[in-house]
């Protein structure tokens, strides 16, 4: 019961995990998929990043880098305290992060609007500290906005998808929005998994409600 509670609440920063100053392992230069770099600390003029926790990483991956107008993904981990932590420190639920995607795009093609409705469409963002059978902070739903048009961006489709969930009888949104800060890149072998695995683990509850048309 302790280890059950233990991984759907948050952990208090004083208790955290102490990570480390520096990654604990390496990367690949190149995305397995998309023709763009792996780690896009540096991202190129005229793109804009977007970065959302919606479950299971692998999954969320995947589903964004076939977005047109994407440029680059990775997963990660983000909205914690414990500094470069591992997958198996995240698992615990003692360092406060999601499993994160972070999307690289260009705006001229594919709006961070779009981008947040699809976030939506792909998984289910009532279910609190889960999506389906996967249960810890770690798979909390998130949005990590990176400006305030983002942010206002996130909170009005947040609002309208909100309401066209309820009108189907599901309960209120459990999304965690709030300012983008240390995002940890995860491990080589997390990185565009399901290519790597295409028939791989893909768990990602969903409402099956389209994103309402917005006028």
């Not at 770099?37 to 995947?62: H, I, K």
């Not at 972070?102 to 001229?108: A, L, N, S, Y």
């Not at 996967?134 to 309401?163: C, M, N």
Request: aromatic letters at 12%.
């Amino acid at each position: 019961m302790f280890l059950s509670r233990r991984k759907t609440e948050m952990v208090d920063p004083a208790e955290a995990l102490p990570g480390r100053s520096e990654p604990a392992f390496a990367l690949p230069e190149k995305h397995a998929v998309l023709d763009a770099p792996l780690v896009t600390d540096d991202v190129p003029e005229g793109l804009e990043v977007a970065e959302f926790g919606l479950g299971c990483f692998w999954g969320a991956e995947e589903i964004f880098w076939q977005v047109p107008g994407v440029w680059s993904t990775s997963v990660g981990y983000a909205g914690g305290v414990t500094p470069n932590p591992t997958y198996e420190e995240v698992c615990s639920g003692r360092t406060g992060h999601t499993e994160a995607v972070r999307v690289v795009f260009d705006p001229d093609q594919v709006s961070y609007a779009d981008l947040v409705k699809k976030f939506f469409e792909v998984h289910d963002p009532t279910q609190g500290m889960r999506q389906g059978n996967d249960v810890g902070t770690q798979y909390r739903s998130a949005i990590y906005f990176h400006s305030p048009e983002q942010e206002q961006t996130a909170r009005e489709l947040t609002k309208v998808y909100g309401d066209e969930i309820a009108r189907r009888g599901y309960g209120e949104i459990t999304t965690e929005i709030a300012p983008a800060g240390s995002y940890h890149y995860a491990e080589a072998h997390h990185q565009q998994y399901l290519h790597k695995n295409p028939y791989g683990y893909r768990c990602h509850a969903n409402t099956g409600i389209p994103f309402p048309a917005v006028p």
